[in-house]
C-alpha cells in the first residue's frame, strides 16, 4: 500500500546539526498531516513536531527554537532540521502519517509509520 522511508540519521557531536527526511511512496490519493515522534531507551514515544498540508507547524516544547519541520508536497516527504542538539535528543526518530490511499473502488485514510532512525548525540 504506503511506506514511509526515513534517511539521515547518525552519529553527531553536541551542538551539531542533522536533517531527517521521509518520503512517503505507493498508492497514495494524498498526504494529509506528517509528524515526527522519538524514542529514548527505556521512555515512551513522544511527539517532536507535526505538519498539515497547508504547512501548519507545532513542536514539543523541548524542541522549540532548535527543530524545524518541513514538507515537499510534490514529493510527498518531510523533513526535521535539527539543530544545536543535546544529548538528550538521542533516539530512534520514527516518522509518522496520515495517507489518503487508492483502494478501489475509492479511497480510505489510513495511518503509516517508517521505520525509524536511530540519532545519536555525544562526544
Known amino acids: 500500500q504506503v511506506q514511509l522511508a526515513e534517511s539521515g540519521g547518525g552519529l553527531v557531536q553536541p551542538g551539531g546539526s542533522l536533517r531527517l527526511s521521509c518520503a512517503a511512496s505507493?498508492?497514495?490519493?494524498?498526504?494529509?498531516?506528517m509528524r515526527w515522534y522519538r524514542q529514548a531507551p527505556g521512555k515512551q514515544r513522544e511527539l517532536v513536531a507535526a505538519i498539515s498540508s497547508f504547512g501548519v507547524t507545532i513542536y514539543a516544547d523541548s524542541v522549540k527554537g532548535r527543530f524545524t519541520i518541513s514538507r515537499d508536497n510534490a514529493k510527498n516527504t518531510v523533513y526535521l532540521q535539527m539543530n544545536s542538539l543535546k544529548p538528550a535528543d538521542t533516539a530512534v526518530y520514527y516518522c509518522?502519517?496520515?495517507?489518503?490511499?487508492?483502494?478501489?473502488?475509492?479511497?480510505?485514510?489510513?495511518?503509516?509509520w517508517g521505520q525509524g532512525t536511530q540519532v545519536t548525540v555525544s562526544s
Open positions: 509518522n502519517a496520515d495517507v489518503r490511499v487508492r483502494l478501489f473502488p475509492g479511497v480510505e485514510q489510513r495511518e503509516f
Open positions: 505507493g498508492s497514495i490519493f494524498s498526504v494529509n498531516d
